[in-house]
């Protein structure tokens, strides 16, 4: 299995408050790609929200290959935004893709 950093784009449709923001970064912790080489290395945040409700998550996700681990990644954040109490309709996400590969090889 392999580490891979995945970002799931999408787009809030109602006000992400800091109740809600709490929740979902407290359901997508597990998945923080703080945890690999790579997330260190860049600083990447698990959530970044940019004005308009556009949003990226970005996810450490252990899987086979590529495309297990996009699948994966779209899986855990739309239970993350299910949590926090978004419905797909309120926060539909985009095509899940690869952001690098935590690789010890």
Do not use: W
């Not at 899986?75 to 690869?98: H, M, Q």
């Amino acid at each position: 299995m392999t580490a891979y950093v995945i970002t799931v784009p999408g787009t809030f449709l109602r006000t992400l408050d800091a109740d809600s923001r709490a929740a979902l970064l407290r359901a997508l912790r597990p998945a923080d790609p703080q945890h690999t080489a790579l997330g260190e290395a860049e600083e990447l945040d698990m959530l970044t929200v940019n004005e308009g409700g556009t949003f990226s998550v970005r996810l450490e996700i252990e899987a086979d290959n590529r495309r297990g681990a996009e699948a994966e990644a779209k899986k855990v954040a739309g239970a993350a935004l299910s949590e926090a109490g978004f419905s797909a309709d309120e926060a539909p996400l985009g095509p899940a893709f690869v952001t690098g590969i935590d690789s010890e090889y």
